[in-house]
């Protein structure tokens, strides 16, 4: 909307100084189709969230039962997200070209966000409110759980396999252009000041 939609893209220049904002045409391919899945997905919760904020207003629910539905679709499209990476990985039997240290600090981060919610529970005596918050919970041992599958899969099950050599030496060929200094070093720097 921010890109595509004159009316949003003038009220942000309202509220900041008749500055644009920043989202250009390259932050979403306009050839991209939304899978069915997806745009049930999306519709679903859509309708929910409209459906709960009208029942709010007629007194059947409340805010709460509102943030508690969007935190769920939120647990269940995290829950998505993971998925493909994984049926990637056991398609290729490898985890070439993917970062695990991402995985090590999203394990670090669920870990930590399940302790604190634990030491929050053990310090204010208040054990119920650990089940009270079921989806910082659930985000905590999804990201745990779906780390560890990512760190098996990378430290044990395709750790050693020839493709993953192979793979590995044909994308060092194909991206050295990557690894050459835009800046000359030290001596390339005496070596053309010496010309001019």
């Known amino acids: 909307m921010f890109f595509s939609s004159e009316k949003i893209r003038k009220e942000y220049r309202d509220h900041n100084d008749g500055k644009d904002n920043l989202v250009q045409v390259n932050d979403g ?15 679903v919760s859509i309708l929910g969230a409209t459906s709960l904020s009208v029942s709010v207003q007629l007194g059947v629910n409340q805010w709460i039962d509102l943030l508690y539905f969007l935190s769920y679709v939120k647990l269940g499209l995290s829950f998505i997200k993971y998925l493909p990476q994984i049926y990637l990985n056991f398609e290729r039997k490898s985890t070439v070209g ?10 670090t981060g669920g870990l930590l966000s399940t302790v604190q919610l634990v030491l929050d ?6 054990w119920d409110g650990i089940l009270g918050d ?14 560890l599958i990512f760190m098996f899969q990378h430290y044990i099950l395709y750790r050693n396999g020839d493709n993953r050599k192979n793979e590995m030496e044909a994308q060092d060929d194909i991206f050295d252009w990557e690894r050459e200094r835009l800046l000359p070093n ?11």
Do not use: C, M
Request: no cysteine.
């Open 29 to 43: 391919d306009p050839k991209q189709k939304i899978s069915p899945i997806a745009l049930s997905i999306i519709l």
């Open 98 to 107: 993917w970062s695990i240290h991402n995985i090590l600090l999203d394990f």
């Open 121 to 126: 529970a053990y310090s204010t005596n208040n």
């Open 134 to 147: 079921p989806v910082k919970l659930g985000l905590g041992f999804l990201s745990i759980a779906f780390d």
């Open 186 to 196: 030290d001596k390339e720097n005496r070596t053309i000041n010496n010309y001019v």
